[in-house]
Every structure is written in structure tokens, then in C-alpha cells.
Nanobody, 128 residues
Framework: EVPLLESGGDFVQPGGSLELSCAAS????????MTWVRQAPGKGLEWVAG????????EYADSVKGRFTISQDNGKNTVTLQMTSLKPEDTGMYYC?????????????????????WGQGTQVTVSS
């Protein structure tokens, strides 16, 4: 059983949209702070977005604010990341992760060791 399974990554042109999904198994997404972290080719990990389902709170990195939306999928044990107005700099491997409160707020932890669960990633490529 894979705790977190991401899907939805694809090749898309600039200005396009994608929706990533993160299905959780063995735990309830509402019991954790759920985040998306990405890694561009040759670069470090970047915290992208987070949601506290129990607190109805979401946060976004400045680089994606207004373009990305993180949410729970209609009461399912799944978190989605809707991405619009995609740019080439959004290219990268997108990881879903579940952790504690330090994964949210000012800290916005972004390394696998900082989380309780970390997915295998889904690739997003934005190019013309």
C-alpha cells in the first residue's frame, strides 16, 4: 500500500491548465497538513501550496498565488492541485506530502524527512 499516490502530471503549453491529484491510503488527509512541493530540473525543492482541511485554511507560495488552488476532492481522501496559467518555470516534479503544523505557516518545510508521508511525484512539463 502506497501512502500517497500522485497523478495528473503531463506536458502542457504555456498558459494551459492541469489538475494534479494525491490519493492517500492508510491515513486520513484531514488529520494532517497536506502540501505540494516541487523540484525543477537542477534546482532544490520548493514548497508550493498547503492545506489544513480541519481548519479550512490554505496557503500558497508567492510564485503560484492566484494561479494554483489546493483543495480536498469532494470529501474523498484525496487532495488536488489545480494549476492554471502555467509558465515554463512551473516545470518540475511535483510531490504530495503529509506532515505536522511546521509544514505550514512561516516554516513551510520542504524536505522529505520533515514529513510523515511523501509521494513518488508526478512530472509537469510546461513548454511550447
Amino acid at each position: 500500500e502506497v501512502p500517497l499516490l500522485e497523478s495528473g502530471g503531463d506536458f502542457v503549453q504555456p498558459g494551459g491548465s492541469l489538475e494534479l491529484s494525491c490519493a492517500a491510503s492508510g491515513f486520513t488527509v484531514g488529520d494532517f497538513y497536506m502540501t505540494w512541493v516541487r523540484q525543477a530540473p537542477g534546482k532544490g525543492l520548493e514548497w508550493v501550496a498547503g492545506i489544513s482541511i480541519s481548519d479550512h485554511t490554505t496557503e500558497y507560495a508567492d510564485s503560484v498565488k492566484g494561479r494554483f488552488t489546493i483543495s480536498q476532492d469532494n470529501g474523498k481522501n484525496t487532495v488536488t492541485l489545480q494549476m492554471t496559467s502555467l509558465k515554463p518555470e512551473d516545470t518540475g516534479m511535483y510531490y504530495c506530502a503529509a506532515g505536522g503544523i511546521l509544514c505550514f505557516g512561516p516554516q513551510r518545510l520542504r524536505k522529505p524527512d520533515d514529513y510523515d508521508y511523501w509521494g513518488q511525484g508526478t512530472q509537469v512539463t510546461v513548454s511550447s
